[in-house]
């Protein structure tokens, strides 16, 4: 497993994370197994939010339960968690009461007195960046949060938050997968005005995060679209497949794991977020951690996707 200090902290990190919202109805051992998976193929990351498991911190609190972490296993594990969103109303909080509520919260239910990394979910059109600072400076010192970051962000959302922030936002998680890929696309085909690809979509965010130091965290990296299923052996995606296929068997890996190293492949330093309860699938994906994609074979999964390369 490939790993990496965390720009803006002290965390080294590997660049497969274990997603977690999954396992609201998961027994015990399947979660423990899934976790014990994860840490066996060096993912020792661990992805949460307040909201995972259709009630405030179900999903949290099942990891807890199940696992019941030791000390030393507490220390040798990065928890990262997520707020802001709350589902029945007003749907997007980044007030000073909630984030600090929220935190609180995934404490206790997590079983532990700190998270490694908290990110800003969803953003907040009501924003107030001083009330977002207030609550960060008051988590670090008292020691419950140890590194900060948001999620589903723009390069302006973020520069506001940075102007009253002090401290590094080091990570953002976004949607990234071959088949959904703005965040890389619009650039390779920029400027060519008859072509749709080149429409900018999220305003340069890959660029704006590579300068600053600020990790990419792709969610639903087999997804091919928001939430529109899985594009690894669907028949819409015919011409991705048989590429992928034919450089799994040239690696001798599974689909799954090239389909990961078309995202850790990439000089962005990116961290793949796997979103599934199958700890099959979790070792499989794994595989692709450290795959040696060459550029041509990264391009050509990229066009098989249907994008265009001027």
Known sequence: MKTFTLPGTDLTVPNVVLGLMRIKDKTDDEIRELVVTARDAGINFLDHADVYGGELHRCERRFAQALRLTPAEREATILQTKCGIVPSGPYFDFSYEHIIESVNGSLEALGTDYVD??????????????????????????????AFGV???????????????????????????????????????????????????????????????????????????????????SPEYPELNAVIDRLAAKYDVPALA???????????????????????????AALGSDLPLTRSEWYELFRAAGYQVP
Request: proline share 6%.
């Open 151 to 233: 999620s589903n962000h723009t390069p302006g959302q973020i520069e506001l938050l940075r102007r009253s922030v002090q401290q590094p936002l080091v990570a953002n998680q976004l949607q990234l997968s071959i088949t959904h890929a703005p965040l890389v696309a619009q650039g390779v085909a920029s400027n060519m005005q008859a072509l749709d690809q080149s429409v900018a979509r999220d305003t340069g965010t890959l660029d704006y995060c590579r300068l600053h130091d600020i990790t990419i965290q792709a969610w639903s990296p087999f997804q091919a679209g928001f939430f529109t299923g899985v594009f690894l052996g």
């Open 117 to 146: 990394i908290l990110l800003l979910h969803r953003p907040d059109a009501l924003v107030e960046p001083d009330e977002v600072a207030r609550a960060f400076d008051e988590l670090a010192a008292a020691g419950k949060v140890r």
């Open 258 to 284: 090239v389909a990961t190293a078309w995202i850790t492949r990439h000089p962005a330093q990116m961290q793949v977020v796997l979103g599934t309860t199958s700890p099959e699938r979790v070792a499989a």
